[in-house]
């Protein structure tokens, strides 16, 4: 038998022994997985993660932040942890077992504690994700997201997390393993991808199956993403319709509920361990692999090649050879795709980057048949219509006194004017009136009344509406979260209304400020409490001695500008 074939150790008990389990469990903690836990969970359980066996342990933790390997020895480049609240935390000690639950609250799993620790965030984040900067999406993650506390200790899975969508194209590493049996595929390469497949992908990874001589698994991760990617529904259907493009029987789709971390090499690296995990003898990596975009000074994390040359230094010891990925253009003489270095001198190369296919979904301009092919571009445009027809949030931010409603209402009005979206206001004072009434205004209250505010606003613009809030928000962090919640639906547009403390206190249309300053107010924003003002909104306006007209016409002349609304 093909040694990438042989059933591969999972963390489940018997069914029986399940259902023991899930009684007994009733009596201990139980800890609610993210997101991110559950698609952890479900590949240590698998055996996606092999060889893990359980979230790691402190020793472990320590061993692959700095080495990149366990303990033992063997390679392993991702601190698989479970971060906790220190409130959860308290309650639990080394030596017990806790339950894990997905957010309905059905048992998966059972962790019995080795270790708890806090870690060393910043080192995590230099050693494994090359810097402490919040501009990478994993490294705002364990900042801002993860909890205090990690937990470790081995698992037994009781069972995997439900799916309701796209069950058939689902695959654990042993299924995928007798897939391959059945079929007779002995080489298998994978492709992975988050973003949809366009010709010039479907050429490339036909090629590299080609000349590897091998099958080819379409491995697309279906869990988490970089933040702001196309949406996996969306994905798979143009996956599929991609899928009809290859000879038939050569090539297969399977979803992996993979949580990304967008750790360029090190990801490259702990993405092939898991394809070997699935069964694959062979891996598909290209330029800028699993990159986080641009840091906090504009420049790339890691080097366009990195990824590469750090799978390739350890393909040997994975087990899984790497397949390099030529970068393919259109060759307008030839009509057909070639890769850029065997491109004849003279002739004229065609490409739509990224970015370019964005601006013209958004501006609903067309996309040529050579560069996407027509169902795909079809799936697109039905979930992605131009921006002027989505939904967007306007998030007014700034002093209370600086103008903030009066614009918000001003704008408001201009938009409803104009029609076409549903325009919804949800003003500091209505929001704490109508669904923030119990709170006051510690960080803890306002943070929380600010991601109700986010989450109101993330639903609206999902379903296609106008969302205008105009609270205080006054911390950087909590706007920074609702923007990307928000902005896996629609625009966030920030506008900072930057008038000073001294003309808002001038003022003090309510008589807020003169109470604060005799202290019969406590924490109020600007006196006794603090204001981190943003750095880079999408307009600033600084209300002194303008008029409120002229406000509102700069917030529509940027809507525009940002394509928001069209004539
Ligand atoms: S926050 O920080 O975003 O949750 O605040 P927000 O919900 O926008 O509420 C601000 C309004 O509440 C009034 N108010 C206070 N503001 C700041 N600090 C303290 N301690 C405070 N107590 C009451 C104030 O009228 C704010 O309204 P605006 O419209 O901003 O002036």
């Known amino acids: 038998m093909n040694l990438a074939h042989a059933p591969l150790p999972e963390l489940y008990v018997s069914p029986d022994s399940a259902s023991k389990l899930k009684l007994e469990a009733a ?17 240590l359980m ?13 020793a472990d933790y320590d061993s692959v932040v700095e080495t990149m390997r366990l303990t033992d020895g063997s390679l392993w480049p991702m ?18 077992d806790i339950a894990l639950r997905d957010p309905e609250g059905v048992i998966l799993a059972i962790l019995s504690v080795s270790d708890k620790w806090v870690p060393n965030k910043a080192r995590e984040a230099e050693k494994v994700f090359g810097a402490d900067d919040l501009a990478h999406p994993a490294v705002n993650y364990l900042h801002n997201v993860a909890g205090k506390v990690y937990l470790g200790g081995p698992i037994t899975g009781i069972q995997p997390p439900v799916h309701y969508d796209y ?15 059945k079929m007779g595929w002995h080489r298998v390469v ?45 994905r798979v259907r143009c996956y599929e319709a991609v899928l009809d493009k290859y000879p038939a029987s050569t090539t297969s789709l399977s979803l992996l509920n993979l949580a990304m971390r967008m750790a360029g090499p090190r990801e490259a690296v702990w993405h092939g361990i898991i394809r070997k995990n699935h069964g694959c003898t062979h891996f598909i990596v290209g330029r800028d692999h699993a990159g986080p ?14 990824a590469q040359d750090m799978f390739k230094a350890h393909q040997d010891e994975i087990g899984i050879e790497m397949v390099d990925f030529k970068h393919m253009v259109w060759v307008s003489e030839r009509a057909e795709y070639q890769p850029i270095d065997e491109v004849q001198e003279g002739h004229t190369v065609l490409n739509i980057s990224g970015t370019e296919l964005r601006r013209r979904l958004q501006e609903g301009l067309e996309i040529p048949e050579w560069f996407s092919f027509p169902e795909v571009v079809a799936e697109l445009r039905r979930t992605k219509p131009a921006r002027s027809k989505q939904g967007f949030t306007l998030f ?47 960080k803890e209250h306002r943070d929380l009344n600010i991601r ?47 008038t000073s403390l001294e003309e808002c206190e001038k003022r003090d249309r309510k008589g807020l400020y003169k109470l604060a300053r005799e202290g019969k107010i406590k924490e109020f924003t600007g006196i006794s409490d603090p204001y981190e003002a943003p750095e880079n909104p999408e307009l600033r306006l600084d209300t002194a001695g303008l008029e409120v007209d002229y406000c509102a016409q700069q917030v529509i002349l940027k809507l525009e500008s940002l394509g928001l609304i069209a004539a």
């Open 452 to 498: 109700r505010i986010g989450y109101v606003a993330s639903e609206i613009t999902k379903n296609g509406g106008i969302a205008i809030c105009a609270p205080i928000a006054p911390y950087t962090a909590t706007r920074r979260a609702v923007r990307e919640e928000i902005e896996a639906f629609g625009a966030f547009v920030e506008i900072h209304v930057a």
């Open 293 to 306: 975009g641009k840091n906090s000074q504009g420049e790339d994390f890691y080097g366009p090649y990195d």
């Open 79 to 96: 601190p698989i942890t479970l971060d906790v609240t220190e409130k959860f935390a308290e309650g639990v000690a080394p030596g017990q």
């Open 190 to 234: 994978a492709f992975q991808t988050r973003n949809p497949l366009h010709r010039a992908h479907q050429e490339l990874t036909f090629r590299a199956a080609r000349e590897a001589q091998a099958n080819l698994l379409i491995h697309p991760v279906v869990g988490m993403t970089k933040p702001g990617d196309i949406d996996h529904f969306t």
């Open 396 to 442: 007014f931010t700034g002093l209370s006194g600086s103008g903030k409603s009066t614009i918000a209402n001003a704008v408001m009005v201009k938009l409803m004017e104009m029609g076409g979206r549903p325009v919804t206001l949800l003003d500091g004072d209505i929001v704490r009136k109508n669904l923030s009434s119990e709170l006051g205004f510690s």
């Open 167 to 181: 069950r058939a194209r689902r695959d654990t590493p042993n299924e995928l393993r007798a897939f391959f049996r």
């Open 46 to 58: 698998n055996g996606g993660f092999n060889p893990l066996r359980g979230f790691l342990s402190e």
């Open 27 to 43: 009596d201990l903690p139980s800890w609610d997985l993210t997101a991110r836990q559950v698609c952890d969970l479900e590949l």
